[in-house]
């Protein structure tokens, strides 16, 4: 049946009809649907994970035992993950094993704009790159099919226009391969290094014979267009030469992005004049080529940087470039913010007052790095917050633990946050945590995680209490606040950074975007009372703004958390 | 047919995605070849969301460039103008009047341009800008501003209605079905 499919969902249905029983992912953009689709397949067990590193080493667990297993995750995901996916390469699968890592250049919501093709080729795993949905279906079979025949794990490289475009997919009923004895095999298995030295040929002879099988796969295929421009390309890229250049030059699209093709390059290199390689952020295909010895063009011409489109392909290599029309006025920007009634406004309001250096981490809550509110010092990955702020006090002591915190969201806590906390408890500097305890995932559209106490399925699930799990690992201090209570957690705030010895607070209010959550009424301004002195606006609310000198509150948006409310001198709010 | 685009504009959270769902599905019945590209994650916290609906025999690029927009739908006005250079030179723009002020200018560092619709004319191009909001609130909720623009634009397109409301039917969940038929013909009707 034809139907119009998101990428990650036709990935989804491409694991389902190729019999996957086992997904266990942890949620990042552009990667989450992939999971969230495929658990609406009764036959397929799906969960979410704390980290990218369990999802992967799980399904791992079930291939070894027999079963087809799948695990997503974002490209920065990857190298949390990294650590299993360099050995698992040594030690192969038993049923088959595929990967799910998704690209975001442009980093609509990233940290930054890495090229996971580079994994791929460091831990010798096959992979393969899908350009739409229909060929995200069939990847997904073909990359199991790979890996049981060449026994080894299969990276499915998706990119946000991949994950995120919906295109037509044709889909087929699931065929159910029979679950794969298990056989204790300690010399495959057992990545000790007497095994492993053993092992590390079997990964350089399946390289070999990868390669061999990509010199002829039909993933990989030639679209002859003329002798004189001859375009070797992959994924999205792809498309927007097709998109300027239609059938007027020859293109080369590689659905295998690892290992690379030798002879059908150099074919290919033969039948044309110019040989040119289009693809986004680094040359991997393009130092192929060059290591090759043939004369190629690419990031000579096109940027390292950010998305490619048509209009880019056609300006830089001699297509029809469209152009539009403009007003001179300029467009001020429309950058993300934290929702109206997000319970990490107050918490960062706080901070910000006290003049704190925070430590940030990985969430929404990272927008409190954002004008008005500012309060935020570094971001840099999962996790990092907590680390970080031991070693900024362990640099400068006395002098920042009274006004340095860590920031960190409950799910990104989960996934790599407790080692960092473990290390303050351990090493002992006196340093502030502050988990924002917002009972969902929220960035990547409300995932359920360890503290929420439900599944990916909604269902009761197991509910690991943030309070205990902090005594148990030896804070004395461990505060609990209501992020809409201004007042309060000015208090406890300085309470903790002023105490001789570690805390944690725990700053607690579900996502004003849950569907539990019920709001109040929106607030309304009286505009007699108000005196536009603009105090309401140090909070950065999008539902505030200033109407002839008044405070203005858009209902539409307002979900009445108060917060605005504590801050006005003449009580206008109500 | 030569391919045709359709751009979703509007801020993060405003229910863009059901507009391009209801519209991919429309297309498809039609017996095009269809693709929508979106984007997920941060920019869907408030920030400036687009939507990419191509259509047409073949269709390569899930997205539209510069100078390439058959029709514009936007539902905020500042919106369609930060857009406006990805409308074809016929292009058509359907917009809400609705203003959101972005950050910026909530923290009085930039100013919200005035006279938007009369600017982006000047410059050249069809607008036709309707109060969705209040449209949308006749026909009982807020947020079916999506589907007021869905009837709007079903103005400029060649298909017969039991299309547009085969599609309403399928996308769009029982309960708020009879909400958004409404909020189709409010749309359409203005």
């Known amino acids: 049946m034809k139907q119009l499919m998101l990428g990650n969902a036709a990935v989804a249905r491409g694991l389902y009809e190729a019999g996957c029983c086992v997904i266990s992912s942890y949620p990042g953009t552009p990667s989450t649907e992939i999971t969230e689709e495929a658990v609406k397949y009764p036959e397929i067990y799906c969960e979410w994970a704390p980290n990218e590193k369990v999802a992967m080493e799980t399904a791992f667990g079930a291939c070894l035992a027999g079963k087809r297993a799948f695990c997503a995750m974002k490209h920065v995901g990857l190298n949390v993950a990294a650590d299993p996916l360099y050995t698992m390469s040594y030690t192969g699968v038993n049923a088959g094993m595929v990967i799910g890592v998704a690209d975001d250049p442009g980093m609509h919501s990233s940290q930054n704009e890495q090229d996971s093709r580079h994994h791929a080729i460091a831990a010798k795993v096959p992979m393969l790159e899908p350009s739409d949905s229909a060929e995200a279906l069939e990847f997904a079979k073909l990359a199991y099919e790979l890996s049981e025949e060449f026994d080894t794990p299969v990276l499915l490289k998706m990119c946000t226009r991949v994950a995120h475009s919906q295109s037509v997919v044709e889909t087929s009923p699931r065929t159910e391969p029979e679950m794969r004895p298990y056989e204790k095999n300690i010399a495959k298995y057992v990545m000790m290094p007497g095994n492993a030295i053993r092992r590390h040929p079997f990964v350089e002879e399946r390289t070999r014979k990868l390669q061999e099988w990509a010199e002829t796969a039909p993933v990989n295929r030639v679209e002859m267009g003329g002798a004189k421009v001859g375009i070797i390309t992959s994924s999205t890229s792809y498309q927007y030469v097709k998109e300027v250049f239609g059938d007027s030059v020859s293109v080369l699209k590689l659905g295998m992005a690892n290992p690379l093709p030798v002879k059908l390059i150099q074919d290919f290199a033969c039948k044309v004049e110019r040989l040119v390689v289009v693809e986004e952020m680094d040359p991997v295909i393009e130092k192929h080529c060059k290591a090759l010895g043939l004369a190629v063009s690419g990031k000579d011409a096109l940027p390292m940087e950010g998305e490619f489109s048509q209009n880019l392909i056609a300006e830089k290599l001699g297509g029809e470039v469209h152009t539009g029309r403009t007003i001179a006025d300029p467009i001020p920007p429309r950058p993300p913010v934290m929702c109206a009634g997000c319970p990490h406004r107050g918490l960062f309001y706080v901070l910000s007052k006290n003049k704190c250096t925070v430590l940030g981490d990985i969430g929404c809550y990272t927008l409190g790095a954002v004008a008005p509110l500012a309060a935020m010092d570094m971001t840099l990955c999962m996790g990092a917050s907590i680390s970080a702020v031991h070693g900024f006090n362990k640099a400068r002591g006395a002098e920042s633990e009274g006004k340095t915190v860590a920031v960190i969201g409950d799910s990104t806590f989960m996934h790599s946050g407790m080692t960092g906390l473990a290390n303050i408890a351990y090493n002992q500097s006196n340093s502030t945590v502050i988990i924002l305890d917002n009972s969902i995932t929220g960035m990547t559209g409300h995932q359920q995680n360890p503290t929420t106490g439900y599944n990916i399925k909604g269902d009761p699930a197991g509910k690991i209490d943030l309070e205990a799990l902090c005594k148990a690992m030896g804070f004395n201090r461990v505060r609990v606040v209501d992020p809409y209570d201004l007042k309060a957690c000015d208090t406890v705030l300085k309470e903790e950074l002023a105490a001789a010895e570690p805390s944690v607070i725990i700053s607690r209010r579900p996502c004003a975007l849950l569907k539990y959550v019920k709001h109040e009424a929106p607030l309304k301004v009286d505009i007699v009372k108000c005196v536009g002195c603009r105090s309401c606006m140090k909070i950065g609310c999008p539902a505030i703004s200033i109407r002839e000198g008044k405070a203005h509150v858009d209902a539409t948006l307002c979900v009445g958390c108060g917060v605005c409310q504590q801050l006005c001198g003449v009580k206008a709010f109500a | ?190």
């Open chain 2, 1 to 190: 047919m030569e391919t045709k685009n359709i751009m979703i504009v509007g801020v993060g959270g405003q229910g863009s995605l059901l507009a391009s769902k209801l519209l991919g599905h429309l297309l498809m019945e039609q017996g095009y070849d269809v693709k929508v590209s979106e984007v997920h994650g941060m920019s869907q916290r408030g920030g400036s969301v687009v939507t990419y609906v191509r259509y047409g025999d073949k269709v390569n690029s899930p997205v539209i460039d510069k100078g390439e927009a058959d029709y514009i739908v936007s539902f905020e006005i500042l919106e369609a103008a930060r857009w406006l250079s990805y409308l074809k030179p016929d292009g058509q723009i359907v917009t809400s009047t609705q203003q959101i002020d972005p950050m910026p200018v909530i923290t009085g560092a930039a100013s919200y341009p005035e006279g938007l619709v009369e600017k982006m004319r000047a410059a050249g191009a069809k607008v036709d800008a309707l109060d969705c909001l209040a449209l949308a609130e006749e026909a009982g909720s807020s947020k079916a501003v999506n589907i007021v623009l869905m009837g709007r634009l079903s103005h400029y397109f060649d298909l017969p209605d039991q299309a547009w409301q085969a599609s309403l039917e399928a996308m769009v969940p029982p309960k708020f079905l009879e909400l958004n038929k409404k909020a189709f013909e409010l749309g359409k009707k203005a």
